[in-house]
C-alpha cells in the first residue's frame, strides 16, 4: 500500500497544499514549527480518524476557520482510494471513501495501516499505563473492526457509569440502575481483555528476534498484558468494587486500567531499566509493530518517522533504516545531513518553511 499524494485545506499553518509522494523513502525536512509534522499528522488522520497527537478536530482547523479538509490518494495492490476527511469545529467530522460517505469510523480501519513513530515513543515504556492502552487501541484499531466496535460500546457504558455514579451522591434511589451499565461493561470488556491478550502474544511472536538483535545479542525483552482484571473475574470485581466507586464516583476496575509490561531479561524495566533499554525496547516495538502488520494483512504499511532519527544513537538508527527500505516512509527532519544523505536511499525530497512546501527533485 502507498499514499500517492495529500491535499489539505485549512488545516494546522497551511492554507493550501498538494503533494505528490514517491513509493519509496520520501523527506520533509525545514526547521522546527514549520509545518513538517502537520503533514504526517493529516496522513494518519486520514488513516485512522484521530491524531498521533491526542488532538481534538477543532485543534487541527486554521484559526478564525470553521472546517477544514482533508483529501488522501493511495493505492493498495492496484486499486486506488481516496478518502476525503472534512473536519468541523463544532460538529462531528466528515469521512468519505472514494466520494461515498460513510457513518461509522470502523468502515475506514483495513483500508490502509500506518505506523507512526515520533520521538514522544521512546518514552512509551517509562511514562504512564494510559499511553500504553492508548498503543494497545490504535494499533488494534487498524488491524480488528471487531475491536473497535467493543472499544466505543466499552467507553460509552463507562461514560454512562461514570456519570451515574456521580448523580447517585443525590439521586441514591438509583443505585439499581447501575446494574444496566455494569452488564454492558463485562459484556464489551471481556471482549476487549480477548483481543488486547491476542495482540500482545502477537507481538511476543515477533519481538523477540527483534530486540535479540537490536541488543547484540545481549538481552530477550518480552511483553507481559498486565490486565487490571481477568476475564472470568471482571462480573465479580465489578460488584465487589462498587461500594467504593460510589464513594469515589467513578469506575475503579476494569480494561481502562489496563497495562503492558517490558521485561528485559526478566526484569521490569518500567521500574528498574535504564533509559537506554527502555528506548531500544520502544524502538523494537515499533518494528514488531511494521512487521505485525505485514504478517496479518499481508502487506507492509505505510511509515511516518517523525524527527525520530536524531533520537537514536547510531546502532538504533541503522537497525531501523535497515528496514525501511521496502516499505514506503515519510521522515522528517531539521536538516539533510550527512548520516540521512549517506545511509539510505531518498526517493523524493522536500523543503517545508512556513506552511510552504517545495519539492527539491
Same mark, same amino acid.
Given at each position: @500500500?502507498?499514499?500517492?499524494?495529500?491535499?489539505?485545506?485549512?488545516? +494546522?499553518?497551511?492554507?493550501?497544499?498538494?503533494? %505528490?509522494?514517491?513509493?519509496?523513502?520520501?523527506?520533509?525536512? =525545514? %526547521?522546527?514549527?514549520?509545518?513538517?509534522?502537520?503533514?504526517?499528522?493529516? /496522513?494518519?488522520?486520514?488513516?485512522?480518524?484521530?491524531?498521533?497527537?491526542?488532538?481534538?478536530?477543532?485543534? @487541527?482547523?486554521?484559526?478564525?476557520?470553521?472546517?477544514?479538509?482533508?483529501?488522501?490518494?493511495?493505492?493498495?495492490?492496484?486499486?486506488?482510494?481516496?478518502?476525503?476527511?472534512?473536519?468541523?469545529?463544532?460538529?462531528?467530522?466528515?469521512?468519505?471513501?472514494?466520494?461515498?460517505?460513510?457513518?461509522?469510523? #470502523?468502515? *475506514?480501519?483495513?483500508?490502509?495501516?500506518?505506523?507512526?513513530?515520533?520521538?514522544? %515513543?521512546?518514552?512509551?515504556?517509562?511514562?504512564?499505563? #494510559?499511553?500504553?492502552? +492508548?498503543?494497545?487501541?490504535?494499533?488494534?484499531?487498524?488491524?480488528?473492526?471487531?475491536?473497535?466496535? #467493543?472499544?466505543?460500546?466499552?467507553?460509552?457504558?463507562?461514560?454512562?457509569?461514570?456519570?451515574?455514579?456521580?448523580?447517585?451522591?443525590?439521586?441514591? $434511589?438509583?443505585?439499581? &440502575?447501575? %446494574?444496566?451499565?455494569? @452488564?454492558?461493561?463485562?459484556?464489551?470488556?471481556?471482549? @476487549?481483555?480477548?483481543? +488486547? #491478550?491476542?495482540?500482545? !502474544?502477537?507481538?511476543?511472536?515477533?519481538?523477540?528476534?527483534?530486540?535479540?538483535?537490536?541488543? =547484540?545479542? +545481549? $538481552?530477550?525483552?518480552?511483553?507481559?498484558?498486565?490486565?487490571?482484571?481477568?476475564? $472470568?473475574?471482571?462480573?465479580?470485581?465489578?460488584?465487589?468494587?462498587?461500594?467504593? !466507586?460510589?464513594?469515589?464516583?467513578?469506575?475503579?476496575?476494569?480494561?481502562?486500567? !489496563? !497495562?503492558?509490561?517490558?521485561?528485559?531479561?526478566?526484569?521490569?524495566?518500567?521500574?528498574?531499566?535504564?533509559?537506554?533499554?527502555?528506548? &531500544?525496547?520502544?524502538?523494537?516495538?515499533?518494528?514488531?509493530?511494521?512487521?505485525?502488520?505485514?504478517? *496479518?494483512?499481508?502487506?507492509?504499511?505505510? *511509515?511516518?518517522?517523525?524527527?525520530?532519527?536524531?533520537?537514536?544513537?547510531?546502532?538504533?538508527?541503522?537497525?531501523?533504516?535497515?528496514?525501511?527500505?521496502?516499505?514506503?516512509?515519510?521522515? &522528517?527532519?531539521?536538516?539533510?545531513?550527512?548520516?540521512?544523505?549517506?545511509?539510505?536511499?531518498?526517493?523524493?525530497?522536500?523543503?517545508? /518553511?512556513?506552511?510552504?512546501?517545495?519539492?527539491?527533485?
Amino acid at each position: @500500500m502507498i499514499v500517492e499524494s495529500i491535499e489539505l485545506k485549512n488545516y +494546522r499553518n497551511y492554507d493550501e497544499l498538494h503533494m %505528490d509522494f514517491n513509493q519509496g523513502t520520501n523527506i520533509l525536512y =525545514g %526547521d522546527n514549527a514549520q509545518g513538517k509534522t502537520n503533514v504526517l499528522e493529516a /496522513i494518519y488522520v486520514c488513516c485512522t480518524t484521530k491524531s498521533h497527537r491526542g488532538s481534538k478536530d477543532r485543534d @487541527m482547523i486554521q484559526f478564525e476557520r470553521d472546517e477544514s479538509h482533508i483529501k488522501l490518494n493511495i493505492r493498495k495492490h492496484d486499486v486506488p482510494y481516496r478518502i476525503d476527511m472534512h473536519l468541523k469545529k463544532n460538529k462531528p467530522k466528515g469521512v468519505a471513501i472514494n466520494g461515498i460517505p460513510i457513518k461509522k469510523a #470502523s468502515e *475506514l480501519f483495513g483500508i490502509v495501516n500506518v505506523v507512526f513513530f515520533s520521538p514522544e %515513543d521512546l518514552n512509551l515504556i517509562k511514562n504512564g499505563p #494510559s499511553e500504553r492502552r +492508548r498503543f494497545i487501541d490504535l494499533e488494534l484499531c487498524q488491524l480488528n473492526k471487531l475491536y473497535v466496535h #467493543s472499544l466505543i460500546q466499552y467507553n460509552r457504558s463507562l461514560l454512562q457509569r461514570n456519570k451515574l455514579l456521580k448523580e447517585l451522591f443525590f439521586r441514591p $434511589e438509583y443505585e439499581g &440502575t447501575l %446494574d444496566v451499565w455494569d @452488564m454492558q461493561l463485562v459484556q464489551y470488556g471481556k471482549e @476487549m481483555i480477548r483481543y +488486547r #491478550s491476542q495482540f500482545i !502474544d502477537q507481538l511476543n511472536e515477533i519481538i523477540y528476534d527483534i530486540h535479540n538483535q537490536l541488543s =547484540g545479542g +545481549r $538481552e530477550s525483552l518480552h511483553i507481559c498484558y498486565d490486565p487490571n482484571v481477568v476475564m $472470568e473475574d471482571f462480573e465479580q470485581a465489578l460488584k465487589k468494587s462498587r461500594p467504593q !466507586d460510589m464513594k469515589q464516583k467513578t469506575t475503579l476496575v476494569g480494561p481502562h486500567r !489496563d !497495562d503492558i509490561g517490558f521485561y528485559v531479561n526478566n526484569i521490569d524495566i518500567r521500574k528498574f531499566g535504564s533509559q537506554g533499554q527502555q528506548r &531500544t525496547a520502544a524502538l523494537s516495538l515499533k518494528l514488531a509493530e511494521i512487521e505485525l502488520v505485514k504478517k *496479518l494483512v499481508n502487506d507492509y504499511p505505510i *511509515l511516518l518517522l517523525d524527527d525520530v532519527l536524531s533520537e537514536l544513537d547510531e546502532n538504533r538508527q541503522n537497525h531501523l533504516l535497515s528496514g525501511i527500505n521496502h516499505i514506503q516512509t515519510m521522515i &522528517t527532519c531539521t536538516g539533510l545531513d550527512d548520516f540521512i544523505n549517506n545511509r539510505f536511499q531518498i526517493d523524493k525530497v522536500f523543503k517545508v /518553511i512556513d506552511g510552504i512546501v517545495v519539492s527539491e527533485n
